[in-house]
């Protein structure tokens, strides 16, 4: 079993190695020394979505949403607030579909908001339409036992 976990900075995009023992809570990254986990998503583009997906060895939550749609609006406090409470034990991402359209495309993404949660580089649970804080808490936490039941 590893000793280290990989995380991807979200300040520079560099792939941090975290000893497993160590909290992750006020871990800084080693390149730019800002905090690995800020309990806020963060926007990302098509380049950096791909790198916290293949690199994150810890659950990646990305909010598929655009700037004219009123539900991701609405949405966005929400998922700003499930943030609080997922970080640091799921990195969450903001990804405008607008701005990456072959990610969109790739995963099949035909209604906005879209929540995909994402293991290991490959999709384990998939949800459409706004939800609250909550629900995008209960949601993903389900979706991880799932997971982990269903691939120990």
């Known amino acids: 079993m590893s000793t280290t ?5 979200g300040s520079c995009g560099r792939v941090n190695r ?4 160590r909290a ?14 800020t309990g806020h998503p963060i926007e990302v ?3 950096a979505f791909s790198r916290h997906v293949a690199n994150n060895d810890i659950p990646v939550l990305v909010d ?3 700037p004219w749609c009123g539900p991701c609006r609405a949405m966005a406090p929400m998922f700003e607030r499930a943030a609080q ?13 607008d701005n990456a359209p072959s990610v969109s495309s790739r995963f099949n993404i035909s209604g906005i908001p ?15 339409g706004a939800m609250d804080a909550r629900s995008i808490v209960a949601w993903t936490e389900a979706g991880l ?7 120990p």
């Open 64 to 66: 598929v949403w655009a």
């Open 5 to 9: 976990r990989q995380i991807v900075c």
């Open 24 to 37: 992750a809570e006020g871990a800084r990254c080693g390149a730019c020394h800002q905090p690995m986990f």
């Open 18 to 21: 975290l000893p497993v023992e």
């Open 145 to 151: 036992t799932r997971s982990e039941r269903d691939h």
């Open 85 to 97: 409470q997922l970080d640091p034990k799921v990195r969450l991402l903001k990804l405008n579909s």
């Open 45 to 47: 583009d098509e380049e």
């Open 114 to 128: 879209t929540l995909l949660l994402m293991r290991g580089g490959r999709e384990i649970a998939r949800q459409a």
